[in-house]
């Protein structure tokens, strides 16, 4: 019964990556384009992206909570405090992350609010969750962008491994997420080269590393 239950598990998680994965690629957005226009498409395709990812995401979790399973550990106490630091750290980085992305364009609420006052040229959100191109050509890398090209797939890592009570199911879904932020990132990094060109790719050149983070250099220079 367990076995079939982690099989479940590993099955809902890839759907969920899978669908997430392709309403986030430049193939849906240029379909999206074809068929509702450009600048409906730039008004209203994060925002929907990100309810879809709110409402999917609830019925993963709705799914696999139903799942059998059985407990590794549980730290109580003093114990399970720095786990909890852990992940608020997480959060906080995903936050600064998102400010340095720009928090209305990855919300949605930038491109929409273009639209509904009328703006004949609404602007897309940022391509993906990397770092932005200014309006001389060249990228803005801030922040978390200054010691990882993928910030936001590294960011739930924290949340996800740091629990204190971690259960079978718990540890199998950890697993698969972490997999899936990893090959989403090279997903992710092959959106970005395509949007941005040879400024994204002096950035690869400038030893910022994939996905882990590092200090941030103080010796970063873009072209």
């Keep these: 019964m367990l076995r079939r239950s982690l099989l479940k598990v590993v099955a809902a998680t890839a759907v969920f990556g899978l669908v997430h994965s392709a309403l986030a690629s430049r193939q849906a957005k ?19 992206f990100n ?4 409402v999917t995401l609830a019925a993963l979790a709705a799914y696999l909570w139903r799942l059998p399973d059985r407990v590794l550990y549980h730290l109580r106490g003093w114990v399970s405090v720095p786990l909890y630091a852990g992940q608020a750290a997480g959060l906080l980085y995903a936050i600064i992350t998102a400010y340095h992305v720009g928090l209305a364009g990855i919300l949605g609420l930038g491109p929409a609010m273009a639209y509904l006052r009328g703006q004949k040229r609404v602007r897309p959100e ?57 090959l989403g990132s090279l ?14 790719e002096a950035y690869r050149r400038a030893h910022v590393p994939f996905y882990l983070p590092r200090p941030a250099s103080t010796h970063l220079r873009l072209p």
């Design 30 to 48: 240029a379909a999206a384009a074809r068929v509702f226009g450009r600048r409906e498409r730039n008004g209203w395709y994060r925002l929907f």
């Design 51 to 54: 309810a879809q990812s709110v």
């Design 126 to 182: 940022p391509e993906a969750q990397g770092p932005t191109l200014g309006e001389d050509g060249r990228l803005v890398v801030g922040g978390p962008f200054r010691r990882s090209r993928h910030p936001l797939n590294f960011a739930p890592l924290l949340v996800f491994w740091l629990w204190p009570r971690m259960t079978v199911k718990l540890l199998v879904f950890n697993l698969a997420s972490t997999l899936y932020l990893y």
């Design 187 to 200: 997903h992710e990094e092959a959106r970005l080269r395509a949007a941005y060109g040879e400024p994204y």
